[in-house]
Each structure stands twice: as C-alpha cells, then as structure tokens.
C-alpha cells in the first residue's frame, strides 16, 4: 500500500476526511457507502439490542491516524465525547513512531469462568474428587457448547480455590474470536450437577468472571528522550520528572485513578467503537490494577540515561472480541472493523492496550511540562463558543476572545458571540 499522508487531518472538514479514507482505499464499498451516508444504528436493530427503546445516542466517531504497531501502521477509531483525547493520542502516536512504534505480547487468550459451592462438610476431601474427575469435567464443559470445539476452542483447564466458606471451581475456556459470556455461563452451568456431587456441597453460582487473568496482553515502546526537548538538559529532567509520575501513581491511590482514568480515555474509546464491552474491560483492568493489595497505576515508565530514552509498558487483561454479541449489528462497527483491516482478536487487544499506553505517554508529558489545563482550556473554549450557538466560522474567533477572559463560562461566551455579531453588522 501507498504510504499514508495524514498532515493536516485534523484540519480538514468531516467530508474532506472521509473523501481522504477513500482515496486511501481503506473501507470497503459497504463501509464506505455506512460512513458517507452516515448510516446510524436503525431504530428496529437498536430495540432488539436493549429493553424500552425510545431513540439512540449519538457520540462523535473519530480516527486517531497512524498509530505504528508491531511494524504495521493503523488507522485507530475512536469514540468518545471529551474534547482532548483523540488529540493526544494522535499527537503521542506522532511521536512514539519515530521512536519505533508499539511492540505487543498477547500471552494468552482464555476467558475464566467459575462455579462457588457452599455448605461442603470436608474441602479436601472435596477437592480430591473434584480434580480427579477433571478430564471427565472439562469434556462435559465441551459437550455443553460443541459449536466452540468445532472451531477450535473449548475448556482447556480446571483448578480449585478454597476461599473462606465457599470452594470454587474455576475453569478457562478458549473463545476464539468471541468475547464469550454466554459461552462460558452455559458450560459452567453445565458443571454445577456433576460438582454437587461430587463435592456433596450447593451451588451458589456458576458465571463468566470478568477479571481475565489468562486473557493478559502487554504493549511497550522505547522513546528518544529528544522529543520531550531539543535542549538535552531540559529533555533529561523531564524523561525523569515522567518517571517519577509513573512511581507516584504506584504508592498514591489517589493520583492511580487519575492516571488510569486517563489511560481507559483511550481504551474505552476503541473498545466502543469496535462493539466490545467496555463495562467488562474496565472492571477486570481496575481489578488487576489493585492486584497486589493496593490499586496502582496501570502503566510503567523507567529511564535508561545511557541511551537516552525512557521505555513505558502495560500489561492488562483485554478479553476483546470480533465476532458475537452486537458487534455485528451496529452498521459503524463494521465500520470500525473494516478500518482497522479486520483483525483477529488478539491483533485487536494490542491495538487496544497501545493506544491506552499512547493517552498514558500524552497525559504525562503534559502534566509533567506544560501542565494539563493549557490544552483542556482552550478545548473548554470551543465547546462554550458551541453551546452559546457559535457557527463554524464564529468559533475561532469567540475562542480566542474567550481565552483572554478572566472569567471563562457560557454567560461570557453567549455575551461575547453577541459582540461578534454585532461588530460584523456595524
């Protein structure tokens, strides 16, 4: 394929975007037609995906362009409402390129399903029969959902905890290129009879856990420090000051989920726009951050003086899926996926955990630099000089005046818009 120029993408109309993904060739003709068309979710589609429709929200669909990962370049959709994200996360994927990209480790790929059983009179004695009718389990696990072991998935293993009152019986299960929960609930259902007996205990549950510790995925890159700064004593004391933002979102709680918040920025973006469920994601990531008893920053950021470059790294759990649920039903998913040259699950998740490291590296050079605000001000501008009813050609102008104001809110910008107008009458 043709090298890629986005110089200046972010300047050009929405038509004028979509015109340049078309001569890129990117989509094809459905996708192309969806997003020219601007193709929402139909009413009739959206009331077969949830109870009690009356309408769908609408939320902006963006590309962060050029995100080079494992040597390949990517054009990364992402949707959110906030103003700044897709911004930083282009401008660190800018950066982070000639550094040499993203490197991902998909070290498996196993949703973990479990089934609690209570009132078990001996938990050894439990447990010694539980795993000597393992092979027995995991095949009857298979037999519960056969389409999977057509594919090539299935149970792969099971493993017992003792946890206070309760003995859990958890069991991993490939999914191939789905996310899984109705697979894995209907296997672990499929157990409870079987590891009643054989435990003479009751069940409490048998569900997916959405903390998917055999779903890890990790995303790294190495920086030149010489991006932070062309001054080498300025760049060296601010590849340091980015360290120690990473250490204190290890030992402070309080500042980890400011940084991790800024992390999912990123992740939850992607994961939306790719019809995943970024409830579940969130909820396992948060879980892993606090694994070791405190919850800490997900990222990690160390400098290396000698070659004058700062490493970053992210392991999270990122159980992503490509087929299955409402990922093909929503017209601007398939949009997403085309995009993104329809990859499988595991090429996916690292796209995903890069672009989390990507908000992470943006977030932290601008807080350990310039400070956050002097980008988020002038973002708060816009969206004011929108709500006070500005049009496309009054809203540099009102944001300008609106960033020389002591006082920034929508009183000001509506009275400002109105000085506009009146200036330009006179």
């Given at each position: 394929m043709t090298k890629l120029k986005w110089t200046g993408f972010a300047k050009k109309s929405p038509q004028e975007r979509i015109e340049l993904i078309k001569t890129f060739g990117l989509l094809d003709s459905e996708s192309q037609d969806i997003l020219e068309n601007q193709v929402s979710l139909p009413l009739e589609i959206a009331n077969q995906m949830a109870e009690n429709i009356v309408t769908e929200l609408a939320l902006p669909f963006a590309i962060a362009p050029d995100f080079l990962?494992?040597?390949?370049?990517?054009?990364?959709?992402?949707?959110?409402?906030?103003?700044?994200?897709?911004?930083a996360a282009s401008f660190a994927a800018k950066l982070?390129?000639?550094?040499?990209?993203?490197?991902?480790?998909?070290?498996?790929?196993?949703?973990?399903?479990?089934?609690?059983?209570?009132?078990?009179?001996?938990?050894?004695?439990?447990?010694t029969h539980i795993m000597t009718q393992k092979s027995f389990l995991l095949e009857l696990a298979n037999q519960a959902h056969p389409s999977i072991v057509k594919r090539g998935g299935g149970a792969r293993?099971?493993?017992?905890?003792?946890?206070?009152?309760?003995?859990?019986?958890?069991?991993?299960?490939?999914?191939?290129?789905?996310?899984?929960?109705?697979?894995?609930?209907?296997?672990?259902?499929?157990?409870?009879?079987?590891?009643?007996?054989?435990?003479?205990?009751q069940t409490l549950m048998a569900i997916l856990s959405n903390y998917a510790t055999e779903s890890l995925v990790t995303a790294e890159c190495t920086i030149n420090i010489s991006i932070l700064s062309r001054n080498k004593e300025e760049a060296h004391h601010l590849a340091k000051k980015l360290v120690m933002a990473s250490q204190l979102a290890q030992v402070d709680s309080y500042r980890a989920s400011t940084h991790n918040k800024g992390i999912f920025n990123g992740i939850d973006a992607l994961v939306m726009a790719t019809g995943n469920d970024w409830r579940a994601i969130e909820a396992g990531a948060h879980t892993?951050?606090?694994?070791?008893?405190?919850?800490?920053?997900?990222?990690?950021?160390?400098?290396?003086?000698?070659?004058?470059?700062?490493?970053?790294?992210?392991?999270?759990?990122?159980?992503?899926?490509?087929?299955g649920g409402s990922i093909g039903l929503n017209p601007t998913v398939q949009v997403a996926h085309d995009l993104l040259g329809n990859p499988d699950a595991k090429e996916l998740a690292g796209l995903i955990v890069s672009l989390g490291l990507a908000q992470n590296f943006a977030a932290l050079k601008a807080l350990t630099s310039t400070g956050i605000q002097a980008g988020h001000m002038k973002l708060q501008a816009k969206s004011l000089a929108l709500l006070a009813g500005a049009r496309e050609a009054e809203v540099g102008p009102l944001v300008q005046k609106l960033l020389n104001?002591?006082?920034?809110?929508?009183?000001?910008?509506?009275?400002?818009?109105?000085s506009l107008r009146n200036a330009k009458r006179s």
């Open positions: 990962v494992n040597g390949k370049s990517y054009q990364l959709p992402m949707v959110t409402e906030e103003p700044s994200v897709v911004a982070i390129k000639h550094s040499g990209g993203f490197k991902t480790t998909v070290h498996s790929r196993q949703m973990i399903g479990q089934v609690a059983l209570f009132d078990v009179t001996d938990f050894e004695k439990a447990s293993d099971l493993w017992i905890e003792q946890k206070e009152d309760f003995l859990i019986v958890y069991v991993s299960v490939d999914t191939k290129e789905a996310m899984g929960a109705n697979m894995v609930n209907t296997m672990m259902e499929a157990l409870t009879p079987s590891l009643e007996k054989l435990s003479k205990g892993y951050a606090s694994r070791n008893g405190q919850y800490r920053g997900l990222s990690q950021w160390s400098y290396d003086e000698a070659t004058a470059t700062v490493h970053g790294q992210m392991t999270l759990p990122m159980p992503i899926a490509t087929r104001e002591k006082h920034m809110n929508l009183t000001t910008a509506e009275s400002l818009l109105n």
